[in-house]
């Protein structure tokens, strides 16, 4: 504070062509421009003289550092194994430069990056001009799950004094996103007919604690595929993002188009807030040939000719020859004189039912019920579904309808054996003729007693030939006996019994005749 000023060497003496040194300091302690003289009285060796220089200096406001993101910065939530950057801006609001300028105070899970000040990407040196600004790269490392904080420290020189600007930071390390897939080990699509289309909607759930990213799905080949072509396919609610302990979905389709096993593997892609990742869950389904119907006797099963008014039913098979269930069965198709037996499939003692198992039988029951003459034809329809699409069996069925057998015996309305001796027998051959359009059955005839019979005691009586059965247009013969062992008359009826077809019927003929006395001569 005192001449010649520390580390000034001027004393009272001078020599000639000597030199020496004094030290002035300004220190401006408001801004603006000072100006002052330096006086140096001496002595020349006659008289006293002043030597003075006019010195001036300007002030101005030190540097002063800021830095950007206060009062504290948040790295947030991140996945531990993950590396975060965060640029800052470092900028003088001085009016002087900043010089000695350096970055320091931070400590793992911070630091700059790649290592060293200004972090790599960073363009702050050692000066920063008034008004200027620069910048800093921090990252941010978690290794360990849980909250971190530290602060970075820009030491620096404002003009005037060394200073130090801060900025807080902190984040918080979390486990990295997990994804997993529903329905492990392996998603099984079953048996499905080629042809056919299976959805099956999986869900994904983040089981980590950050959000996963870039979510993609892959890995698909046909027979699978998402569902419309493309992740998360139709229906599916999956996207690019999925949060901590979140689900959501995507929908994949089988559609065999050959017979055979099938395999494959879904692939969801994903960032786990560290690095790319990959959840996957394998799928298999096998491909089977559609279910096929064929119902029994084709191609078309004849009732033959049944009497009108008659009823004759008709057990079907129905044999699945595919390899796929059959299902959603039904018949239809029918309408009078044929229908299911009792009126609603599978008909009343037929067994199938809804679905038919590959290589399974079942049966239904048709009832031909002709109500007038002539041919009739019709189609048993099976409905179902082949485990591709809904489809149909059919087997044409035809009938005809004929008039019942109509049996009239001949020499009527009575037939009269006329008078003959006691003791005495007397054969009459009668004809019954079938008039109808179908054959009757069941014929038997009776209703006799003495001393009218069959000829030679039983039905058709001898010499006739009479069966259980008479063509339609036909006709046969029966023989009946007259035996009188007492005088009187005697009436009877022939009854033949028989089926016309459609139910039992009866036919009779009456008989009469007289027994008397054989005659005596003496």
Do not use: W
């Not at 360990?144 to 060394?162: E, I, P």
């Not at 902190?170 to 289309?197: E, H, K, M, W």
């Not at 996957?280 to 004849?302: E, I, K, N």
């Amino acid at each position: 504070a005192s001449y010649p000023g520390t580390g000034g060497d001027c004393s009272t003496t001078l020599a000639p062509a000597g030199t020496c040194t004094i030290v002035v300091t300004y220190n401006p302690s408001s801004n603006g421009t000072q100006s002052d003289s330096i006086e140096v009285n001496y002595n020349d060796g006659v008289a006293a003289q002043t030597a003075t220089r006019g010195v001036q200096g300007t002030a101005v406001s030190p540097a002063t550092i800021t830095i950007s993101d206060g009062a504290t910065y948040n790295f947030g939530l991140r996945a531990t194994g993950s590396s975060t950057d965060k640029i800052f801006t470092v900028t003088n609001t001085g009016s002087f430069v900043a010089s000695g300028l350096s970055g320091s105070g931070l400590a793992s899970p911070f630091g700059f990056k790649g290592g060293s000040y200004p972090g790599t990407g960073g363009d702050c040196g050692t000066s920063l001009s008034a008004s200027a600004s620069c910048t800093v790269v921090v990252t941010y490392t978690p290794s360990a799950t849980g909250s971190h904080a530290d602060t970075l420290d820009m030491t620096f020189n404002n003009g005037a004094s060394s200073q130090t600007s801060s900025r807080d930071m902190q984040g918080a390390g979390a486990t990295p996103a997990a994804l997993a897939i529903s329905d492990a080990v392996t998603y099984d699509f079953g048996t499905r007919a080629v042809g056919s289309n299976l959805d099956k909607i999986f869900t994904v759930t983040n089981n980590g604690a950050v959000t996963a990213t870039a979510m993609s799905g892959a890995g698909l080949a046909a027979p699978f595929t998402f569902k419309g072509g493309t992740f998360p396919g139709s229906g599916g609610d999956c996207s690019t993002t999925l949060a901590a302990a979140a689900t959501c979905t995507f929908v994949v389709t089988y559609s065999p188009t050959a017979a055979g096993a099938h395999s494959d593997t879904i692939e969801i892609s994903y960032n786990d807030g560290a690095s790319a990742q990959t959840s996957s869950r394998p799928v298999q389904g096998t491909g089977a040939t559609v279910a096929s119907l064929v119902l029994s006797d084709g191609p078309t099963y004849d009732y033959g000719s049944r009497a009108s008014g008659s009823s004759v039913d008709k057990v079907f098979t129905v044999s699945n020859s595919g390899g796929f269930m059959a299902s959603s069965m039904s018949g239809s198709g029918l309408s009078a004189p044929f229908t299911f037996k009792g009126g609603s499939y599978p008909g009343t003692g037929g067994d199938c039912a809804s679905s038919l198992a590959p290589a399974g039988t079942c049966t239904v029951v048709i009832t031909f019920a002709p109500t007038l003459g002539g041919v009739q034809a019709d189609a048993i329809d099976i409905n179902y579904s082949n485990g591709a699409s809904t489809v149909s069996s059919s087997r044409a069925v035809t009938g005809t309808g004929v008039s019942p057998a109509t049996l009239t015996v001949s020499d009527g309305p009575t037939y009269d054996f006329s008078t003959r001796a006691n003791g005495s027998t007397t054969d009459k051959i009668f004809t019954i003729t079938n008039s109808g359009g179908t054959a009757a059955t069941s014929l038997v005839a009776g209703g006799l007693s003495a001393p009218y019979n069959f000829k030679g005691g039983s039905y058709p009586g001898t010499g006739g030939n009479c069966s259980t059965s008479l063509s339609a247009g036909a006709n046969c013969t029966i023989v009946v006996s007259f035996s009188p062992v007492s005088s009187g008359t005697f009436n009877d009826t022939l009854d033949v019994n028989y089926d016309n077809g459609a139910g039992a019927q009866s036919t009779s003929r009456d008989v009469t005749g007289v027994g008397v006395t054989a005659a005596s001569l003496a």
